[in-house]
């Protein structure tokens, strides 16, 4: 791997273990009848006091530090005096920039006890996520990946959100090329060693379709069936990949 490589992969290590540090803290507080502002508190803080910045915030004019999708909220909801209940599932969507790079990573969290169809829809989406990871090494093609996600996501019977899609990260927070999380096998462009990407797909419980609010960023299912999300950034290597999100629990 070529020096400039060296680089970007030690600085995406660095602002990756921030982002993922930041989704552990909120794993500590997150409980019946906290609010998701208490959420977006939690990331700033954990972020700021890492000496690294919030990337969401003001970002296109994004609010908040971080972004909390609630039940059937697909992505991009903004934190607020909204109170989490029982049964509520979550995504946390966090993004620390630090000495010039980036780390993006989601997580779902449960509040308190939730259905089995919402258990079940969180753990296919966390497989489908991991199962395209493992695939990813230099001379595969982007298709592969979202290949990999939808079979496992249909074939558990949930749809794959089709209008956001993985990116490109680095200096900037959004690049090239966008990761689509469905596809056919061998299409698309082919990954490359030393490639740094987001792998962040977002599935239904019912279909797929998604609308966005009239705040500009909440975006939920049209059906107003439940969503789930993770998401981490990973740098592809010669042989495979590196996780640069994952959280401390995997790492320690
Ligand atoms: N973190 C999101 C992503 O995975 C983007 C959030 S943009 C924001 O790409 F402005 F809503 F924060
Ligand atoms: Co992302
Ligand atoms: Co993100």
Known sequence: ????????????????????????????????GISTDQIDKTCYEFIHDHKAYSAPLF???????????????????????KILRNGDIMNVDVTAFKEGWHGDTSRMFKVGEVSIKAEKLIQTTYEAMMKAIKVV????FLGDIGSEIQSHVESNGFSVVQD?????????????????????????EKIK?????????MINLGKFETKTLKDGWTAVT???????????????????????????????
């Open 1 to 32: 791997m070529s020096e400039n490589f060296k680089e970007a992969f030690e600085k995406t290590r660095i602002a990756g273990s921030i982002a993922a540090g930041a989704l552990d803290e909120v794993s500590k507080i997150i409980r019946p």
């Open 59 to 81: 970002y296109r004019g994004f609010p908040k530090s971080c972004c909390t999708s609630v039940n059937h909220v697909v992505c991009h909801g903004i934190p607020s005096d």
């Open 137 to 140: 090494k230099d001379g595969v």
């Open 164 to 188: 956001f899609c993985g990116h490109g990260i680095g200096k900037s927070f959004h690049l090239e090329p966008n990761v689509l999380h469905y596809g056919k096998k061998g299409t698309g």
């Open 193 to 201: 060693s030393g490639m740094i990407f987001t792998i962040e797909p």
């Open 222 to 252: 049209k059906d107003k069936s439940l969503s789930a999300q993770f998401e981490h950034t990973i740098g592809v290597t010669n042989d495979g990949y590196e996780i640069f999100t994952l959280p401390s629990s995997l790492t320690n």
